[in-house]
């Protein structure tokens, strides 16, 4: 006899995991089926063990450049060993708080695949368990990194970012395949590890979902950290017969490496039978949806990666939060995607929302772009974190902020200020921003897209 519930989420990755919770307070009898561990991609192979070892790597080069603040540490020495351990720990403790969370919200946990196999029902294999569903079914089901054809993952010295992750030690070189986010990301981790680490991006900028100040800033600030950084080159085979992987570029140029992570970019999934069952509309291998997140299939939404909006943890958060709404009798739909941050987390990190400069001249928008610098900053100076700035656009026309964009250190912890400006005029003006304190470049860039900026000279 099937088990019975107003809703049914299958996976329990950002998007699964923060529905069905929303769900629940709603007020809706709800499960999860998940076939692997609690948090998905995000808690256990994503966002959280990266900006982990992302943390550990920072502690190093703040240890390694400790001098120049007058503190002598003689040798810095990571001790991957250990590093791994916390990451693993923080990781399994994280697990483990959000099963108990799922469980406090009274949401029924099913360890395993669930296929969809008509609006009402899932089955849950292998153990064929039914489930009934009264209001709706919620695919959150995710992605998996982009193989190459030419060079597969070997899981040993040709990586994906899931092994990147969980290397036992430190390799001595490792080529990067692809200069996006995650590749940069981790490019820096291990930099900082001591690890000699070459990008090899195949357009002719790494970053290239930013403007492109950005990815000159931070191609430069990467070379800083003594990551070699080649573009407008392919990879087009890897040879990894012998101790070390030869990797071979389109321009007959050979790279010898320890380890080669493929960072291409991630595909969505989801099971094929679920796809037949309901005649699922899908372009290519992402699930198509609505405004509303609803899929061509009345009472069936998908969320998240599986969906290929924005491939980011709070994108699906927020796709998450539009198909409770709507399950709970609301009528909500996603708004504008730019105005999800972009969030990168290399060094110096990287963060935008709303409109890019290059958005704007696409779309003809005439626009004063104000700037706010680091290196002029009391905080930033006193932590010797002096690397990049923001820039804030502004519309010529009406003088509405459309766009902020920053780099820099702990940028990711305040692009949630640029969203609130977006659409705004004076908004800032009547925010108190704390002094000295790293964030008030938001502002200076603010005032400087007016013409009146008080800590930049006249220009
Ligand atoms: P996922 O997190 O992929 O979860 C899907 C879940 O569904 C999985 O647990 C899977 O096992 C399960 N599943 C699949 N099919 C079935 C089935 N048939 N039955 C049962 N269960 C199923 N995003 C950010 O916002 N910030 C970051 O800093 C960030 N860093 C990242 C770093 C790395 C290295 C990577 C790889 C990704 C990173 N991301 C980051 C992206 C983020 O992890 C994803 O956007 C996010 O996890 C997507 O959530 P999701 O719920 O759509 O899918």
């Known amino acids: 006899m099937a088990e019975m519930f107003d809703v049914v989420v299958i996976g329990s990755g950002p998007g699964g995991y923060f529905a069905a919770i929303r769900c629940a307070q709603k007020g809706m ?74 469980q406090a919200n009274k949401i029924k946990i099913f360890n395993g695949t669930g296929i969809v196999t008509s609006a009402k029902m899932v089955t849950v294999e292998p153990e064929k368990i039914q489930l009934e569903v009264s209001k709706g079914i919620i695919i959150a089901t995710g992605s998996i990194p982009i193989e190459i054809p030419a060079f597969p993952f070997d899981g040993k010295t040709i990586i994906s970012s899931n092994e990147a992750l969980n290397l036992q030690s430190i390799p001595a070189s490792m080529v990067v395949v692809g200069g996006g986010i995650i590749g940069c990301e981790l490019a820096c981790a291990y ?29 430069r600030e990467l070379k800083k950290l003594g990551i070699g950084v080649m573009t407008n080159q392919k990879v087009t085979a890897v040879d990894s017969s012998g101790a070390m992987a030869k990797v071979i570029l ?26 037949d069952n309901l005649g699922l509309k899908m372009n290519g291998s992402v699930i198509e949806v609505d405004k509303k997140m609803q899929t061509n299939v009345a009472g069936v939404y998908a969320i998240g990666d ?10 699906a958060f927020a796709e998450a939060e539009v198909v409770a709404g709507n399950l709970a009798g609301g009528n909500t739909e996603m708004g504008d995607y730019s105005l999800i941050p972009q969030a990168v987390y290399t060094f110096p990190e990287i963060a935008s929302v709303g409109k890019s400069e290059q958005m704007c001249a696409d779309e003809g928008i005439e626009i004063t772009v104000g700037r706010g610098f680091f290196r002029g900053n009391g905080r930033s100076l006193a932590h010797n974190e002096t690397a990049g700035e923001i820039r804030v656009i502004r519309d010529k026309a009406n003088d509405k902020i459309l766009g902020v964009t920053m780099v820099g250190a702990n940028v990711t912890e305040f692009i ?7 659409g705004t005029k004076e908004k800032f003006g009547e925010v108190s921003f704390p002094h000295p ?19 930049q000279p006249p220009k």
């Open 29 to 102: 009898t709800t499960a999860i089926v998940e076939k692997a561990e609690i948090g998905g991609t995000c808690l256990n192979r994503g966002c959280i063990p990266s900006k982990t070892l992302l943390a550990s790597a920072e502690v190093i080069l703040q240890a390694k450049s400790a001098a120049a603040m007058g503190v002598d540490i003689p040798t810095v020495t990571p001790n991957w060993g250990k590093i791994q351990q916390r990451k693993d720990a923080i990781v399994a403790g994280f697990r483990k708080g959000l099963t108990g969370l799922i």
């Open 416 to 422: 949630a200020a640029g969203r609130l400006i977006i």
């Open 191 to 219: 930099a900082a590890a001591g690890t000699k680490v070459t990008i090899v991006e195949a357009l002719e900028r790494i970053i290239n979902t930013e403007d492109k100040w950005v990815s000159q800033l931070m191609e």
């Open 306 to 315: 599986a969906v290929g909006t924005t491939y980011l943890a709070h994108g």
């Open 250 to 275: 389109q321009s007959g140029q050979n790279i010898e490496a320890e380890k080669v992570l493929v960072a291409v970019g991630r595909r969505a999934v989801c099971d094929k039978q679920t796809v």
């Open 437 to 455: 304190s790293v964030s008030e470049v938001v502002k200076e860039a603010w005032e400087d897209a007016f013409g009146m900026s008080v800590h």
